[in-house]
C-alpha cells in the first residue's frame, strides 16, 4: 500500500502521475520481491557468476561465507519495484543516472523486501518545458532495515505537455534495428593481465573488457522482468517515446559491464593457474556512485566496456584487504561514451 496520496494509483479517469504530483519531503513504500534462490542463481549466471551468487557450497569458502544476491541484481529488483510502485502509472521519460548506490547489508534468499521512496527534491526544466526532473531516494528494507540505499532523479513529463517534437531514435544514427541475431553478442579483446594482489595494483591502467551488441530480445527479455516502461519492451511505444526507439534499461547496460569484466577477470586467472600462479582474490563491492546513462543504447548498438584503476588505499577495518577505485565506461559504435560509473571493491592483500 502506497504511504502518500498524492501516490495514490490514478484511477480510468484520472491522468498519470506527472511531475507536478511529486512533492518534496514526501515518504511513500510498496511491496518489494520475495527473493528466491533460482532468481539470485540465474541472475548472477547471467551476469555476475562469482562463487558467492552461484554455489552454496562455494560460497562458505568465500569472503562472504554464505549465498548472497549480486548487487546488480539488488538494484534490479529495486527498479522493478519502483516500477511497480508507481512508475508505469506515471509520465516517465527515464532517468539521467544514479548518484549513489550504497549496497548495505546481503540480500539472502528468502529475503522478502519492501521499497520506500523519498522525494528529495524537484526542479523544472528550463530548457525543455514539457518535462520536470525529480530527485529520490530509494531504499530497499527488510524487516524495517535498509539492504540498499540508492539516490538519483527521474525526468517525468508534465501535466497536459505536448508529446515530444524531437524524438532522437536509432535511425537518425544509422543504427541497426532489424535483421538475424549476430553470431556472438560478445566479442572479446586480446589476453589480459591475471588479477594482481592489492600492494602490486598500478594506477591508471585500463582493462579492456571487449563489446556486447544490445539485440532486441535481450533488450526485451531484460526489461519484461526488471524495468518494464514502454520504451524497453515495445518497439512500437517506443518510437512514439521521447527516445524515438527501443532501447535497454540503463541496468542492463550496467550488467552487461559486470558480465564482461568477470569474464575478462576469469579467463586471466585460469590463465595464471595453468601457469602454476595464484591470482589475487576480489571480494564484495560496498556499491558505486556517478553513474551516468550518456545515451541511449538502441536495439542493435554495440557497446565496447573498459574499466580504470584510478585510487586505492588499505581497507582500515579489514586487515588483509585494500579497496581498490576504478573508473568504468561504455562506448557505442559511434565512439559516444553511452555509459559510465565509479566503484569500488575489496581487493587481497599479498
Known sequence: MLGAATMDAPSPHRPPLAFEDFVPGEVATAEGPTVTRDAVV????????????????????????ELIASGWHSCAMLMRAVADGFLLRSTSMGAPGIEEVRWLKPVRPGDRLCLRWTILETKASRSRPEM???RFRFE???GGEAVLSQTNWIIFGRRDAPPPS???GPESKGVATHGAEPPSSLHHPGE???????????????RDLGDYTFTPEAIVGFASEFDPQPFHIDPEA?????FGGLCASGWHTAAV???????DRRSADKRARVAGERPAVLGPSPGFRDLRWLKPVYAGDTIRYRSTLTEKRPSASRPGWGLVFQHNTGDNQHGERVFEFRSTVLWERR
Do not use: N
Open 42 to 65: 540465474a541472475f548472477a549466471r547471467a551476469f555476475d557468476p562469482q562463487p558467492f551468487h552461484v554455489d552454496d557450497e562455494a560460497a562458505k569458502g568465500t569472503f562472504v561465507g
Open 132 to 134: 520536470g526532473l525529480v
Open 140 to 142: 530497499l528494507l527488510r
Open 166 to 168: 524531437d524524438r532522437g
Open 192 to 206: 589480459a593481465a591475471p588479477t594482481t594482489f592489492f600492494d602490486d595494483v598500478v594506477i591508471g591502467v585500463t
Open 238 to 242: 517506443a518510437c512514439r517515446s521521447h
Open 257 to 263: 559491464w559486470m558480465k564482461l569484466m568477470i569474464e
